[in-house]
């Protein structure tokens, strides 16, 4: 039974869904929910239903489509039904032509200040998708790096209206900002639309100001006229420079990192530099394009006063075999150098294709190494300067308070949130242990955390008193400077805040 204008297969073209097998009245397609690329997603045409048999998720092709975009089922509804009508599909979808008849009256551009407080409104009201979080894990980013740098999911087009006028209730102008203009109603809106979603990543200034913003497109755009085997386009500006009163974004070059490091690298993309910057600690300046570096020479300019003194080129591996990135390269050594700034060049294994590709293989690699050890036991063969002692404590929920049940017990951040607190109520809990572990020195937080978690697991030793460890469970890492809380959620562990001393004291 199907009582919509659209079908089962109208959701899997709208979501370009890569259809892996055909049979009689079901299909199956890479699954958009948990980016498995081996055709383990099932949909049923006629009973117009879905499940991924990787990941479990299951439904109807409204939630299908809610999820995949990370919308409600109702503007899910809209989206689907308006797209179809506008004929938005599919002759639209093509990379998109820019106007250069004079019909299109652009604004001046807004000040930076005015740029960076409307932008950073329009970020603070807008959400970011399960499917695109999955996304920026699997890049290696913790939920705490998410937060903080920002990312959103790019909203439903019919929201921007709306969204717009929210931010300016907030207070903030939007005309002169890039992405936003005036619509053909003569109400100002932003311009979001279905074929440009993805996700949407603040690009910052040097100065920590939001300057514009990039979208990472969830299906790349073709050129319809352009070579078949090239990939299309994966990101674009959010701009509105075709639109009435619209502006560029003028491509600013986004910075992460420490204003005043000695050495800072020069890559190709603003998300790719906040990877490597979570990965590495290093100061990365991240350009548009390999030669979109218009404003790369400001940037060099400023960071030479703030005590800079080298640029690595990090740009992707294929630089050795593409010229365009090679000609780029060589502009930069040239501003560099304007600039009395030392230049050098990054190379790395070729097996990997971007230094944010590179570093998390080998934060994978140091992972499994600390999992060995857990195992093999063999944490002994290193040199003494390569292992430390990390002195940490677990707090376990107790049920002996007379409460014999707890919402979250046992379960993730989400569970925890849901039963109304922000942080572990540490009230709730007991000191159970407190010890220390040996592990490389080199290991960062999370390693050490899988480490214990591996390790106090199943077969516990004898002088822990507590449970294997599990969701819910509070586990600090502390020494003399500092103490860290971390709460197991399902899969990892997440920072979080904890009053430890409010925790009831370790039994006799
Ligand atoms: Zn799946």
Same mark, same amino acid.
């Given at each position: 039974?199907?009582?919509?204008?659209?079908?089962?297969?109208?959701?899997?073209?709208?979501?370009?869904?890569?259809?892996?097998?055909?049979?009689?009245?079901?299909?199956?397609?890479?699954?958009?929910?948990?980016?498995?690329?081996?055709?383990?997603?099932?949909?049923?045409?006629?009973?117009?239903?879905?499940?991924?048999?990787?990941?479990?998720?299951?439904?109807?092709?409204?939630?299908?489509?809610?999820?995949?975009?990370?919308?409600?089922?109702?503007?899910?509804?809209?989206?689907?039904?308006?797209?179809?009508?506008?004929?938005?599909?599919?002759?639209?979808?093509?990379?998109?032509?820019?106007?250069?008849?004079?019909?299109?009256?652009?604004?001046?551009?807004?000040?930076?200040?005015?740029?960076?407080?409307?932008?950073?409104?329009?970020?603070?009201?807008?959400?970011?998708?399960?499917?695109?979080?999955?996304?920026?894990?699997?890049?290696?980013?913790?939920?705490?790096?998410?937060?903080?740098?920002?990312?959103?999911?790019?909203?439903?087009?019919?929201?921007?209206?709306?969204?717009?006028?929210?931010?300016?209730?907030?207070?903030?102008?939007?005309?002169?900002?890039?992405?936003?203009?005036?619509?053909?109603?003569?109400?100002?809106?932003?311009?979001?639309?279905?074929?440009?979603?993805?996700?949407?990543?603040?690009?910052?200034?040097?100065?920590?100001?939001?300057?514009?913003?990039?979208? $990472?497109?969830? *299906?790349? %755009?073709?050129? +319809?006229?352009? /070579?078949? @085997? &090239?990939?299309?386009?994966?990101?674009?500006?959010?701009?509105?420079?075709?639109?009435?009163?619209?502006?560029?974004?003028?491509?600013?070059?986004?910075?992460?990192?420490?204003?005043?490091?000695?050495?800072?690298?020069?890559?190709?993309?603003?998300?790719?530099?906040?990877?490597?910057?979570?990965?590495?600690?290093?100061?990365?300046?991240?350009?548009?394009?390999?030669?979109?570096?218009?404003?790369?020479?400001?940037?060099?300019?400023?960071?030479? $006063?703030?005590? *800079?003194? %080298?640029?690595? +080129?990090?740009? /992707?591996? @294929? &630089?050795?075999?593409?010229?365009?990135?090679?000609?780029?390269?060589?502009?930069?050594?040239?501003?560099?150098?304007?600039?009395?700034?030392?230049?050098?060049?990054?190379?790395?294994?070729?097996?990997?294709?971007?230094?944010?590709?590179?570093?998390?293989?080998?934060?994978?690699?140091?992972?499994?190494?600390?999992?060995?050890?857990?195992?093999?036991?063999?944490?002994?063969?290193?040199?003494?300067?390569?292992?430390?002692?990390?002195?940490?404590?677990?707090?376990?929920?107790?049920?002996?308070?007379?409460?014999?049940?707890?919402?979250?017990?046992?379960?993730?951040?989400?569970?925890?949130?849901?039963?109304?607190?922000?942080?572990?109520?540490?009230?709730?809990?007991?000191?159970?242990?407190?010890?220390?572990?040996?592990?490389?020195?080199?290991?960062?937080?999370?390693?050490?955390?899988?480490?214990?978690?591996?390790?106090?697991?199943?077969?516990?030793?004898?002088?822990?008193?507590?449970?294997?460890?599990?969701?819910?469970?509070?586990?600090?890492?502390?020494?003399?400077?500092?103490?860290?809380?971390?709460?197991?959620?399902?899969?990892?562990?997440?920072?979080?805040?904890?009053?430890?001393?409010?925790?009831?004291?370790?039994?006799?």
């Amino acid at each position: 039974m199907n009582d919509f204008p659209f079908g089962m297969m109208d959701v899997a073209a709208l979501l370009h869904l890569r259809v892996k097998r055909r049979l009689a009245d079901s299909i199956y397609v890479d699954c958009p929910l948990c980016g498995d690329t081996r055709g383990k997603m099932n949909i049923h045409i006629r009973k117009n239903v879905f499940r991924c048999n990787y990941c479990g998720e299951h439904g109807g092709m409204l939630g299908l489509y809610a999820k995949a975009r990370g919308i409600s089922s109702s503007d899910a509804y809209y989206e689907i039904r308006d797209t179809l009508q506008t004929g938005n599909f599919p002759s639209g979808y093509g990379i998109q032509t820019v106007q250069t008849t004079t019909s299109v009256q652009n604004a001046e551009p807004a000040s930076m200040e005015t740029i960076h407080q409307t932008l950073s409104t329009l970020f603070s009201i807008l959400s970011l998708s399960e499917a695109h979080r999955r996304n920026l894990r699997n890049r290696g980013l913790t939920d705490e790096q998410i937060e903080k740098l920002g990312y959103k999911s790019t909203p439903s087009y019919r929201l921007c209206p709306s969204l717009t006028e929210r931010v300016t209730r907030q207070g903030c102008t939007v005309k002169g900002v890039p992405g936003f203009y005036l619509g053909k109603d003569g109400q100002w809106t932003v311009k979001f639309n279905t074929k440009t979603a993805g996700i949407l990543i603040p690009v910052r200034g040097i100065d920590g100001w939001i300057r514009g913003a990039q979208i $990472r497109l969830d *299906t790349p %755009i073709k050129d +319809e006229n352009g /070579d078949a @085997d &090239k990939d299309g386009a994966k990101y674009l500006w959010l701009s509105s420079r075709d639109k009435h009163m619209g502006v560029t974004s003028g491509s600013p070059v986004h910075f992460a990192g420490d204003p005043f490091a000695r050495t800072v690298y020069v890559t190709e993309g603003s998300l790719k530099a906040d990877i490597a910057h979570c990965l590495t600690n290093r100061s990365f300046v991240a350009v548009a394009g390999a030669n979109n570096l218009g404003q790369l020479d400001p940037a060099l300019s400023t960071l030479a $006063r703030n005590g *800079t003194k %080298i640029i690595v +080129e990090a740009h /992707d591996m @294929d &630089k050795y075999r593409n010229e365009m990135i090679d000609m780029g390269a060589s502009r930069i050594h040239k501003t560099a150098r304007k600039y009395g700034l030392e230049f050098r060049r990054l190379t790395w294994n070729p097996n990997y294709k971007g230094i944010d590709d590179w570093q998390l293989a080998l934060r994978k690699k140091a992972m499994d190494k600390a999992n060995d050890f857990v195992q093999g036991g063999d944490i002994e063969a290193l040199l003494p300067a390569q292992r430390k002692r990390q002195r940490f404590r677990v707090y376990q929920l107790e049920f002996t308070d007379g409460n014999p049940t707890k919402p979250f017990a046992f379960a993730g951040v989400k569970a925890l949130r849901k039963a109304g607190y922000e942080q572990p109520p540490a009230p709730e809990y007991r000191l159970m242990f407190d010890s220390e572990i040996l592990c490389g020195a080199e290991l960062p937080a999370e390693g050490v955390l899988q480490q214990i978690f591996s390790r106090y697991n199943d077969d516990l030793p004898d002088d822990y008193h507590g449970r294997s460890i599990s969701p819910s469970d509070v586990v600090e890492l502390y020494d003399e400077e500092q103490r860290r809380y971390f709460y197991r959620d399902t899969e990892a562990f997440v920072e979080v805040e904890f009053s430890s001393t409010l925790a009831l004291p370790m039994a006799a």
